[in-house]
C-alpha cells in the first residue's frame, strides 16, 4: 500500500509538471495540417484486450507525451464439457482484471508522412490490482457407482485459479490523434505486458480431496509459460 501511495504521488508531481511545461510550449511540429500535433492535451476511452478504461494524455515536448490511465475487465462465463467421454461438468470461469498504468510516448519520425508521423513507440508500466482467473468444476448429474448414488455436491469440487497481480512493465507501439471530426480522435496501442509466472493454487472437495495436490504441480507447469498479456486497444478522444 505504502509502494501504491509513493507511485501515484510522484505521478501526480510529474501530471502538474508536465501540464506548466506544455503551456509554456508555443511552439509545436506540424505534419502539414496546421493545429494538429501528434501530442495533444487529451482525455478519453479505451476499450481492447484489457477490457474498458480512460486515459488522459499530457504533451511535455514536441516528441514526448505522458499518459495515465486505468482499466478494468470482469468476465464470466460456464462451459459444459465431458468427462471421461461420459458425464457431464460444468466449468464456472472468472477472470478479474484490474491496472493503474502510466506511459511514455516518443515519436520516432516527426518528418514524415502521415502515417509516420501519427506512429509513436511507447514503454511504462502498470500495477495490476487485480488480475486472476478462477475456474470451478462439478459434475452436472448424479455419479452412478453400482448401487450407489451420489450427487454432484458429495462428489466434490474442484478449483483452479492463476494469480499474476502485481508490477508489470510494458513496451509497444501506437498511432495517436487521427483526427475523427473536430477536437475528437481516435489511435490505437498494440503491445505486451510483462507479468512473469503466476501464483498457482487448486482445492478439491469431499470425494475429490487429493486430485488438487496431484495436480496442482501439473497446472503450474502448465502455465509457467504464460507470461506475457498482450494488448490492443482502441483510443476514443477529445484534444483540449
Not at 54 to 66: D, Q, Y
Not at 105 to 126: C, E, H, I, K, Y
Not at 175 to 198: E, S
Amino acid at each position: 500500500m505504502k509502494t501504491s501511495l509513493s507511485l501515484l504521488l510522484i505521478v501526480g508531481c510529474v501530471f502538474v509538471s508536465s501540464i506548466t511545461k506544455a503551456q509554456q510550449t508555443g511552439t509545436w511540429l506540424k505534419d502539414g495540417e496546421p493545429g494538429n500535433p501528434l501530442f495533444r492535451n487529451q482525455v478519453g476511452f479505451t476499450v481492447g484486450t484489457q477490457g474498458l478504461g480512460a486515459e488522459v494524455g499530457i504533451p511535455l515536448s514536441t516528441r514526448f507525451n505522458l499518459r495515465l490511465g486505468a482499466s478494468l475487465l470482469p468476465w464470466e462465463t460456464t462451459e459444459i464439457s465431458k468427462f471421461n467421454s461420459s458425464r457431464d461438468y460444468k466449468t464456472d470461469i472468472d477472470v478479474d482484471v484490474m491496472n493503474l498504468r502510466a506511459m511514455l510516448d516518443w515519436q520516432p519520425f516527426p518528418t514524415a508522412g502521415g502515417f509516420f508521423n501519427r506512429m509513436a513507440l511507447s514503454v511504462g508500466g502498470a500495477y495490476f490490482y487485480k488480475a486472476k482467473g478462477t475456474a470451478k468444476a462439478q459434475l452436472t448429474e448424479n455419479y452412478v457407482y453400482g448401487d450407489l448414488v451420489f450427487t454432484p455436491e458429495e462428489v466434490g469440487v474442484v478449483t483452479g485459479s492463476a494469480d499474476w497481480t502485481g508490477w508489470a512493465p510494458y513496451a509497444g507501439l501506437g498511432w495517436h490523434n487521427i483526427r475523427i471530426v473536430d477536437t475528437f480522435n481516435i489511435g490505437f496501442d498494440l503491445g505486451a505486458f510483462y507479468l512473469g509466472k503466476p501464483d498457482v493454487k487448486m482445492g478439491a472437495t469431499n470425494m475429490l480431496s487429493g486430485n488438487d495436490v496431484r495436480n496442482e504441480p501439473i497446472l503450474r507447469d502448465n502455465l509457467k509459460d504464460y507470461k506475457w498479456l498482450p494488448n490492443f486497444s482502441i483510443n476514443l478522444k477529445f484534444n483540449y
